[in-house]
């Protein structure tokens, strides 16, 4: 048993040198080659998160709509109305990695939530608009297993520009 168990030990720490002199000395670039395809996948084609809450969850009443940019990508938002009528709007747009809601573990496993800062805005006397961008959250898009509708990718900013004109069309017609 003692044999067994010494066997076991040298093979964990062979392999944990084996890992640590691959990481350090990067052969061929295989470790900046796997980080940078890491990094590609998880900007054009990000897990596709889910709106858990709603504006209904902190008492502001919505409405589900559905915004369609110049490129045909059904984007999903939500329409908060203010408190009371009035005359100015927010658009909010969400960082890559989350949707309109936030993202329960977040990139770096640190949860985020929208709808509480959102709640003040209400309260304040804005109109609030909240969308998913094009292949995340409830909007269409995205690459491959986990598209939804026509596939889309997300550009980290190449193609999202077309989600803000559409919101802001959106907003210019709402009402």
């Known amino acids: 048993m003692k044999k067994m168990l010494v066997y076991a030990l040298g ?6 040198v084996l890992a640590a002199a691959f990481w ?29 809450k709603t504006p209904g969850d902190y008492g502001m009443a919505y409405n589900d709509v559905d915004i369609i940019t110049d490129d045909n990508v059904r984007l999903s938002a939500w329409e908060i109305p203010a408190a009371v009528q009035s005359d100015r709007t927010v658009i909010l747009n969400h960082p890559l990695t989350t949707t309109r809601y936030g993202s329960e ?6 949860s985020a939530e929208f709808l509480p800062m959102v709640k003040h805005m209400h309260d304040a006397g804005y109109n609030v608009v909240m969308y998913d961008h094009r292949g995340q959250g409830d909007s269409d898009g995205g690459l491959g297993k986990s598209a939804k509708g026509a596939e889309a990718p997300v550009g980290a900013g190449v193609t999202e520009w077309q989600d803000v004109v559409a919101s802001l069309k959106h907003v210019r017609f709402w009402g």
Request: no cysteine; hydrophobic share 50%; proline share 7%.
């Open 24 to 52: 350090f000395t990067n052969p061929m670039g295989l470790r900046d080659t796997a980080l940078a395809n890491q990094i590609v996948k998880m900007r054009v084609a990000p897990a596709r998160l889910g709106n858990p």
């Open 105 to 110: 573990a977040g990139l770096d496993g640190v």
């Open 11 to 16: 093979t964990v720490v062979g392999l944990v």
